[in-house]
């Protein structure tokens, strides 16, 4: 229920009011979204290619990890915000669309899975091989989740 009347009240709101009644605000936002997508993707695709021991060989899964992570952290702040204003434009039509609640249980499950495994690949310094059974089990869970996070994602325009 709160995120109900969260949702009516930033739907409201001046911001989201523009945003859903201009013709370009809405575009532009989504343009920013997938910037920032790009990143973000790139970054988790890069990590998880590592903790599978398919890319990055000459580096430790915990180096690449912690190198990637600010790069992760600033794509989904990015993502996070657009997406907010996207959601802003149009709450109710959001709130109420089943691809919209699949996808946003997906990203949180998503981005538990993800940083559990960058984090604690970036601390753990000793760690020089390709990383354990369990690491690689999570790589895989983390971008079955994301492509289905793209999925629900590309399927809200469309229920």
Same mark, same amino acid.
């Given at each position: 229920?709160?995120?109900?009347?969260?949702?009516?009240?930033?739907?409201?709101?001046?911001?989201?009011?523009?945003?859903?009644?201009?013709?370009?605000?809405?575009?532009?936002?989504?343009?920013?979204?997938?910037?920032?997508?790009?990143?973000?993707?790139?970054?988790?695709?890069?990590?998880?290619?590592?903790?599978?021991?398919? @890319?990055?060989?000459?580096?430790?899964?915990?180096? %690449? &990890?912690?190198? /990637? =992570?600010? !790069?992760? +952290?600033?794509?989904?702040?990015?993502?996070?915000?657009?997406?907010?204003?996207?959601?802003?434009?149009?709450?109710?039509?959001?709130?109420?669309?089943?691809?919209?609640?699949?996808?946003?249980?997906?990203?949180?499950?998503?981005?538990?899975?993800?940083?559990?495994?960058?984090?604690?690949?970036?601390?753990?310094?000793?760690?020089?091989?390709? @990383?354990?059974?369990?690491?690689?089990?999570?790589? %895989? &869970?983390?971008? /079955? =989740?994301? !492509?289905? +996070?793209?999925?629900?994602?590309?399927?809200?325009?469309?229920?």
């Amino acid at each position: 229920m709160l995120l109900l009347q969260l949702s009516r009240w930033l739907g409201h709101t001046h911001l989201g009011v523009y945003i859903r009644d201009s013709s370009y605000a809405f575009p532009a936002i989504e343009i920013v979204h997938l910037l920032f997508l790009a990143i973000f993707g790139g970054a988790i695709l890069l990590v998880d290619l590592r903790f599978l021991n398919l @890319g990055f060989k000459t580096q430790s899964t915990s180096e %690449v &990890a912690r190198e /990637l =992570l600010p !790069v992760t +952290v600033v794509g989904v702040i990015g993502m996070f915000l657009s997406g907010l204003l996207m959601y802003a434009g149009g709450t109710m039509r959001y709130y109420h669309n089943p691809a919209f609640q699949a996808k946003m249980a997906f990203f949180i499950l998503a981005l538990l899975v993800h940083f559990t495994l960058q984090v604690g690949a970036a601390r753990n310094i000793a760690n020089e091989g390709g @990383g354990g059974r369990l690491l690689k089990i999570g790589a %895989v &869970a983390s971008l /079955l =989740l994301w !492509v289905s +996070v793209g999925f629900a994602g590309r399927v809200i325009g469309y229920v």
